[in-house]
């Protein structure tokens, strides 16, 4: 009783406290409910996805799938990083910065995690038959792919906000296509996009937070004169 009500007080007085439970919830726990939600549901819905199969989509997702692709991504990252130096744009750097070293650091953790976990192994998709030796060892949890793309998307989409909605549509469609091409299960997927979103969101709150004042300049900024 005297632990509840210390606790109870603690968080009345001090209402950050409040906020940084919430944040580590949203951050944390709801993500964990859900993947452990989905790890129970992986057969039945990548069954149901396989089954929505047509020459269309085939297309569709074939042309998708380069959203998720290392190589864009770090030509993307570059591209950007060269564009705000050239034409002295301190977003355009920014992002640029921000979304080149979060690709490294999670596609690390993805090449790390994947053969320590081996979570739901290459004979979950293949026969014995039509797997390659050197790729047996390597689990598909979470999804490479997916990690790119929602690093590529978390770091657009958190400098410019109107990008967020058509950002955030687009990696749910990477997702599927890891599926659809029964490539991962939507667990791998769920844990790739969740990772490309927290490696960005640690990064920008710790090295690359501005004020609210320099956001503002940076929409109205001008190329230096030449």
């Known amino acids: 009783m005297v632990t509840g009500s210390f606790i109870a ?13 919430a944040g580590v919830a949203g951050k944390f726990v709801v993500p964990f409910v859900v993947l452990l939600i989905l790890f129970a549901l992986d057969y039945p819905l990548r069954a149901a996805v396989r089954h929505q199969q047509a020459p269309f989509l085939d297309h569709f997702f074939d042309i998708i799938k380069y959203s998720g692709n290392v190589i864009v991504g770090f030509s993307l990252a570059f591209v950007l990083i060269g564009l705000g130096k050239f034409a002295s744009r301190t977003r355009l750097l920014r992002v640029g910065k921000l979304m080149l070293i979060s690709l490294i650091i999670s596609n690390v953790v993805v090449l790390v995690a994947k053969p320590l976990l081996d979570i739901h192994p290459r004979n979950d998709f293949y026969a014995a038959a039509q797997q390659h030796p050197q790729e047996e060892r390597w689990g598909r949890f979470p999804s490479g792919d997916t990690t790119v793309a929602f690093s590529i998307i978390a770091s657009l989409a958190a400098e410019f906000p109107p990008l967020l909605i058509p950002c955030y549509a687009l990696g749910v469609l990477v997702g599927v296509e890891r599926v659809y091409f029964n490539l991962h299960f939507f667990s791998d997927v769920f844990a790739g996009a969740w990772l490309g979103i927290v490696v960005v969101n640690v990064l920008r709150q710790k090295y690359f937070s501005i004020k609210a004042e320099a956001i503002e300049s940076d929409w109205k900024e001008t190329p230096a004169p030449l």
């Not at 007080?9 to 439970?21: H, V």
């Open 9 to 21: 007080e603690k968080l009345q007085a001090s209402p950050n406290t409040r906020n940084r439970i």
